[in-house]
C-alpha cells in the first residue's frame, strides 16, 4: 500500500518556531504591541502577511500597506539571520529516523508548509532527497487551515487525500488536513492540538508499529 506522508516544516522537522516567535517579538516591541507565547499560538502555520495582521490586530494598531511592508521585510531579515548556521543538528528528534524508514518502505513523502523560506532550509539540513515533492509558501495562495498547501502535495504524489497523512504541529495546520480530509496527526501538546486525530509530543514517541498501521490502513 501508498500512502502520502506530508511534513510541515516550521515546528514539525526543524525548530525554527522560536526563531519566527524571535523576530516577531523584535516587531512587536518596536511597536509596543504586547506579544506572548500563547498569542504565538495563532501565528503557526500561518503565512507572513496574515501573521503580521494578527499582531497588529492584537495591539489594535492599524498601519499604511507601505509600513506593514516595511516590517515584513524587516521580519523576514532578523529570522534569515537565525537561519545562517543552520544545520542537521537542527533537526527535531526522531525526524530524520522516520524519513529513512519511510523512504525504505517506499513511501511517497512531501513537504507542506508556509514558509517561503521552506527550501533553503531543506538544503542547510540536508534533508532535501527524502522528498519526493516540496509545496511551501511560494506555491500557494490560500494560507491554512485552507487545505490547498497539502492538497497539491497529495496530487503531485498521486495520491487521495483520504490516503494521505499530515503531520502538523499547529492549530490551522490540523485544521488544513482535517478540511482536506486527510489523517492529522499532531506533533506537541495535545491541550494545543486537540482537533487532530492523533497527537504526539515528538517523533521518539511514534514507534513503527504505529507507522506500519498508517501504511495498511
Ligand atoms: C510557517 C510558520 C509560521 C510562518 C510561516 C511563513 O507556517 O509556522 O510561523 O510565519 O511559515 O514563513 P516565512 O518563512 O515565509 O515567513
Ligand atoms: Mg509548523
Do not use: C
Amino acid at each position: 500500500n501508498k500512502k502520502a506522508f506530508i511534513f510541515d516544516l516550521d515546528g514539525v522537522i526543524v525548530d525554527t518556531a522560536k526563531y519566527h516567535f524571535l523576530a516577531w517579538q523584535k516587531i512587536a516591541n518596536e511597536l509596543d504591541i504586547d506579544f506572548t507565547l500563547e498569542h504565538n499560538e495563532l501565528l503557526k502555520g500561518v503565512s507572513r502577511v496574515r501573521s503580521l495582521d494578527i499582531i497588529l490586530e492584537l495591539g489594535k494598531v492599524t498601519a499604511s500597506q507601505e509600513d506593514k511592508n516595511k516590517w515584513l521585510i524587516q521580519k523576514n531579515e532578523e529570522y534569515l539571520t537565525y537561519l545562517v548556521d543552520m544545520d542537521q543538528s537542527e533537526l527535531l528528534p526522531g525526524v530524520l529516523t522516520l524519513l529513512q524508514y519511510l523512504k525504505e518502505k517506499n513511501q511517497p513523502i512531501a513537504l507542506g508548509s508556509a514558509s517561503k523560506n521552506a527550501r533553503p532550509i531543506l538544503e542547510k539540513t540536508g534533508i532535501r532527497h527524502y522528498f519526493d515533492a516540496v509545496v511551501d509558501g511560494n506555491d500557494v495562495t490560500n494560507a491554512k487551515p485552507d487545505p490547498e498547501v497539502f492538497l497539491m502535495a497529495a496530487k503531485l504524489l498521486n495520491t487521495k487525500p483520504e490516503d494521505s497523512i499530515v503531520f502538523e504541529d499547529s492549530v490551522a495546520g490540523v485544521q488544513a488536513a482535517n478540511i482536506g480530509n486527510m489523517t492529522s496527526i499532531g506533533i506537541g501538546e495535545a491541550s494545543t492540538l486537540h482537533e487532530a486525530k492523533y497527537i504526539f509530543t515528538d517523533f521518539t514517541a511514534i514507534d513503527t508499529a504505529f507507522i506500519e498501521e498508517l501504511i495498511k490502513g
